[in-house]
T-cell receptor, first 114, second 114 residues
C-alpha cells in the first residue's frame, strides 16, 4: 500500500522569506502523480501544484515550486516570498494513476509571521 | 472557472439519524470521489464512482454508507444511523477522463453529530 509521510507537523516562516515543506512517499509504481494541496482555516482544499512522475523537470507555479527526487521518493514544496495568506495546512498527496483515489499525508501546519 | 459545489456547508444531526450530503461535480467530469477528514487528522478516501457504479471503496465505507447519482448532475453520500465518530469534514471531488488532470475538490460539508 502506498503511504505518504510529512515529517513536519508545524512550521513557521517570516513574511517574505522562503520555506520548504517536506514529503516522502512509498510506492512500487513507476508512473504516478504527486500533489500539494493547501487547506486554509476555512477548510477548503485548494490545489497548489502537481507533478507527474515521468517528468524530470520540477513543477513551478508562481511562488511555489517543488523538488521532486524520484529515486529518493521525495517531493518537497518550496514557497518563496511567503505571504500572510499562505498560512494554512499543507497536504502532500499521491495518486497511483490518473483516476485512482489520492493518498494524503498528515499535513504540515504553516504559519507565516509578519 | 467551474467548481465542485457541496451542500450544505454545515450539517448538524442527532446521533442515529440519517444524513445526505450533496455534491454537484464539474459538468464534464466523469470520476467522482468522497473523502473524509476528522478534525485534526488527514484526509481519508471513502469511495470513488464511475460510470454509475462504485469503482473503489475503502474499509471505512461500510454498509452504513451509500452513494448515488440520482440525476445527471448530483452525487450524494448517504450516512445511515449516524454515530458520534462520523463527525468530520466530508469532501467531494471530481475529475475528467484525462489521467494527467487533478481532482477538483468542493469546499466540504462539516458534519456534526450530537
Amino acid at each position: 500500500a502506498q503511504t505518504v509521510t510529512q515529517s513536519q507537523p508545524e512550521m513557521s516562516v517570516q513574511e517574505a522569506e522562503t520555506v520548504t515543506l517536506s514529503c516522502t512517499y512509498d510506492t512500487s509504481e513507476n508512473n504516478y502523480y504527486l500533489f500539494w494541496y493547501k487547506q486554509p482555516p476555512s477548510r477548503q482544499m485548494i490545489l497548489v501544484i502537481r507533478q507527474e512522475a515521468y517528468k524530470q523537470q520540477n513543477a513551478t507555479e508562481n511562488r511555489f515550486s517543488v523538488n521532486f527526487q524520484k529515486a529518493a521518493k521525495s517531493f518537497s514544496l518550496k514557497i518563496s516570498d511567503s505571504q500572510l495568506g499562505d498560512t494554512a495546512m499543507y497536504f502532500c498527496a499521491f495518486g497511483p494513476s490518473g483516476n485512482t483515489p489520492l493518498v494524503f499525508g498528515k499535513g504540515t501546519r504553516l504559519s507565516v509571521i509578519a | 472557472e467551474p467548481e465542485v459545489t457541496q451542500t450544505p456547508s454545515h450539517q448538524v444531526t442527532q446521533m442515529g439519524q440519517e444524513v445526505i450530503l450533496r455534491c454537484v461535480p464539474i459538468s464534464n467530469h466523469l470520476y467522482f470521489y468522497w473523502y473524509r477528514q476528522i478534525l485534526g487528522q488527514k484526509v481519508e478516501f471513502l469511495v470513488s464512482f464511475y460510470n454509475n457504479e462504485i469503482s473503489e471503496k475503502s474499509e471505512i465505507f461500510d454498509d452504513q454508507f451509500s452513494v448515488e447519482r440520482p440525476d445527471g448532475s448530483n452525487f450524494t453520500l448517504k450516512i445511515r444511523s449516524t454515530k458520534l465518530e462520523d463527525s468530520a469534514m466530508y469532501f467531494c471531488a471530481s475529475k475528467d477522463s484525462y489521467s494527467n488532470q487533478p481532482q477538483h475538490f468542493g469546499d466540504g460539508t462539516r458534519l456534526s453529530i450530537l
